[in-house]
């Protein structure tokens, strides 16, 4: 177990750095840089500040000289927040990610995987239909259109709830920006938990389980649910993924201080470091979320070793 | 009515099936699997099921048993004991499953649950009929092994399904359907998957259980030479239908049916006689 971690935190270093490479490379060859500006600055004063930040120095040494700083910890400068490093910037955005981003997977997950048992107990009923019916506008509607509509519908026209702000992480700011992220995943995660059911319920082994008398209750706690969950376990990665890229702009719609809105306004604005250190942080997020995914897998299916 | 004077008549009755037929919904429209199906099991004996692929078999019994896919339904009657299991509810039918009535199923390799270990898997059904506890439930469990011939050992009661060979799981099932003295075993083509040795070790413990123990079998095989082994009485299906029954004996050596008699044809010459 412990061997098996080490192992894969050591293939995910090259993995990091190809990531960072990839990124490093599409910033610089997007048109315009960090101090390109409108009214052009006198030509001494940009050689300066090019200088400064290294800007002037060939491609490559930029990129050794970036993956060197990150190797003790730096994530440099950001070019323009000018009072704060990258580092700072992270810190004081995560707590508010973080903490949509683990509610909002943690809600998904649960909800989905609850409806989706439901659905396909009872399949081919009201309920089986209901479910599967709005679980299809979640998916085709997406968390950027569903954001606004939420905020419009309970927040100015109903009144009920704040449409925008932190406020100390108060649970009546987060309802509508977790809503919105969770939304698409829940109706993805229950249509997959309702036909992976559905399989597992026609298998062979399941079956057996009726012809020992068992009780309905009992043979979807014992015999099913751990095997017809395996595949919501596998998208653990992509929906986290998916709650990653909703978040950046849910968070700009609902006005939070996390991470995504530094994403937007770095990439908007040449914010180099800053991309960058966003883009490492989700890299890694993501490469931990496989591995805790393998470990789940190895432990609900006895058939995987690792 | 008649099944009524045929009980008092023969107090060795343990299973009526009287115009049993069984239908599908399918694609294609509604599909008749099983055609009015007649049949008895007295106590302590073993009934032979032939026929082709497809002819069925095992249809037959799931009706009973009330383990039809979600597309099937049947009508008619499957009395077992004065109870009568097709119109019975979920429930009530609950109580004989598992506990009166052990099934054994045509694919061994995957009708185990594979994220549960044997020990579990055994113990259940005790913990569940018998209101044993755990420890009680795995105590029969090991002695059950026993009976189908398998070490008692703790490392097979806490290995999972895939760490077993198709024999052993063979066994385990058979262990299984053991685990609360049932009274009646169906055991569906139990040795179709496995190789010859095995084969006839299987079907030795069957032997075992009617002989010994006074449980009456139905053996379902497409295997003629099975059945000429193991079964007191036959009876042999054909498109849904039984196109004869009779003890083996007559079955075998005069056979009426022009379709009993093309079976017969294909067993290789030395094995008859
Ligand atoms: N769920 C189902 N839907 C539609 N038709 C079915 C279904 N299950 C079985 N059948 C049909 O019922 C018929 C009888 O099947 P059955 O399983 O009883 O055959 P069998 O005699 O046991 O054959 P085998 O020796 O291959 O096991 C077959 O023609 C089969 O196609
Ligand atoms: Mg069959």
Redesign the interface.
Known sequence: MIKFITKRLIIAIPTLLIIIAFGFIMMRVAPGGPFTNERALPPEIERNIQEAYNLNKPIYEQFFIYIKNLSVGDFGPSFKYKDFTVKELIISGLPVSATLGLSSIFISLILGSFLGIIAAIR?NTYFDYSIMGISLIGICVPSFVMAPILSLFFGLYLGLLPTSGWNGGNIFNLILPITALSLPQIAVISRMMRSSTIEVL????I?????????SS?IIR??VI??SILPIIEYLAPASAGLMTGSIIVEQIFGLPGIGRYFVVGALQRDYTLVSGVMILYASLLIILILITDILRAY????VKI | MQSIQKNIKNSDLLLEVNNLNVFFDTADGKIQAVKDVNLFINKGECLGIVGESGSGKTQTFFSI???L??NGYCNGSAIFKDFDLISASEDK???????SI??I?Q?PM???????KIGEQLS??AT??DNLSKSEALKRALNVLDIVKLPKSRNLINS?P?ELSGGMKQRI?IA?SLMCSPELIIADEPTTALDVTTQSEILNIFNDLQKGMGISIVLISHNIGVIAETSDRVMVMKGGKVVEKGSTFDVLTSPKDEYTKHLLSCIPPWLEG
């Open positions: 399949k026609n298998s062979n082994f079956r057996t389980a009726k012809s020992k008398g068992l009780k009992y014992k015999h751990r095997a609900l299916d006895p058939r | 048993t009330g383990l896919s979600s039918k609950r109580e004989y499953l598992g506990k052990g099934f199923f694919d995957t009708s185990l649950t594979p994220h549960m259940e059904i569940f009929h999972y895939h099932m299984i």
